[in-house]
């Protein structure tokens, strides 16, 4: 099974394959003639296309996809879009575009195999009928162009291709994006916070908000009896019936917020919202850290070790090792250990 471009790079009967596009394009509108289909548009192509070409890993098996991918959707659509895509290429003049036809045409295909491999040459002229794409081999030494510039020939060839595209570059600068907002605009801010937002309490917003901010003081509430318990049993959290209600009545708290982003995307920037979902990424960090210490994970022990006695403020005397030996310590001494080790703000402890 052929891809798009290698379906249309095997074809030979150009003039056959030309009337037929007339008649398949004769039915459709011109402006679907020069911007295709493809929710990606000639230029995002382009900057991709490049990307891949100018990879310092170029003959890694995911790049060469990635190029592949990007020829096959350029071949399924129509031939204008591929000159549109090659003036992308070349919007800083002919000089970028030879350069990028040259890498372009001795893409690395490593990864697939012959059969499966493309003829950029001739796919390229599928794409721009009436011009020939020099090959390298043919300006080598014992080539038949062997005194000719492979440069050269590669130029005119770029600045061939400009010429065409000026039906898709005419239609670039026609096209114009509305903006709605200025620079000088106000930032804009979460709805709760607009004056007449406020004169409304019966709001959707606004009870979905007070909802939210109710669940995240209940679960708060019982998190910290919950925590009171694991410090006087000094039971683990898997055993305190307390610490899974607490979980739950988090996850009832997140499940909450969702419905406020649901409702106001700038929901985020409120404070409240801020300071719960700080705490959250603080508390997934320092779990993160407990289970490489638990599991022994590459050097973390060390690691954590080494910022323990710093924050002790005694780095040269040999204090007793805490994180080296966890099982030894109890889970809520190892969890209060790692917050004393990586927070040194005040105001961040007591988050």
């Known amino acids: ?10 074809l030979h009967d150009l003039a056959k394959v030309q009337s ?17 289909d493809s929710l990606l548009g000639p230029q995002d192509i382009a900057v991709l296309l490049q990307a891949g070409l100018t990879s310092a890993i170029k003959g890694s098996t995911v790049v060469q996809l990635n190029q592949r991918m990007l020829l096959d959707l350029m071949a399924s659509q129509p031939a204008s879009f591929a000159i549109g895509v090659l003036a992308e290429l070349g919007a800083d003049g ?9 890498a372009l045409c001795d893409l690395d295909q490593g990864s697939f195999k012959e059969a499966h491999c493309i003829d950029i040459h001739s796919l390229l002229e599928m794409w721009l009928p009436g011009l020939k794409i020099p090959r390298r081999d043919d300006y080598l030494a014992g080539g038949k162009w062997a005194r000719q510039s492979f440069y050269d020939a590669i130029y005119s060839v770029a ?5 065409l595209s ?6 670039k600068l026609r096209i114009q994006q509305v903006r709605h907002h200025s620079e000088r605009d106000p930032l804009p801010v979460p ?23 109710t669940k995240i003081s209940v679960a708060d509430e019982l998190a910290q009896k ?38 106001d995307k700038l929901a985020f920037q409120s404070d409240w919202f801020k300071s719960f979902f700080r705490r959250n990424y603080d508390a997934l960090m320092v779990k993160s ?16 070790e080494a910022l323990r006695r710093g924050s002790m403020g005694n780095t040269h005397s040999k204090p007793d090792p805490f994180f080296i030996c966890p099982e030894e310590q109890k889970e809520q001494d190892l969890v209060d250990g790692i917050i004393d080790a990586l927070f040194f703000d005040k105001k961040e402890l007591e988050y």
């Open 1 to 10: 099974i052929m891809s798009p471009a290698g379906r249309v790079a095997s």
């Open 191 to 213: 709805m709760e916070r607009l004056s007449d937002l406020n004169d409304q309490p019966t709001s959707q917003l606004m009870s979905t908000i007070k909802d939210a901010v």
């Open 94 to 102: 002919p000089r970028q575009l030879a350069n990028a036809l040259m």
């Open 166 to 171: 000026e039906t898709y570059i005419g239609l």
């Open 159 to 163: 600045i061939s291709i400009l010429d």
């Open 289 to 304: 850290i407990y289970d490489n210490i638990i599991d022994d994970v590459d050097r973390v022990r060390v690691w954590m």
């Open 20 to 36: 037929k596009q007339n008649v398949l394009h004769s039915t459709c509108d011109v402006s679907d003639d020069l911007l295709g």
């Open 226 to 263: 919950a925590f009171d318990d694991l410090k006087s049993s000094g039971r683990s959290t898997k055993d305190s019936d307390l610490c899974a209600t607490a979980c739950q009545a988090y996850r009832d708290a997140f499940a909450a917020c969702t419905k406020v982003v649901s409702i």
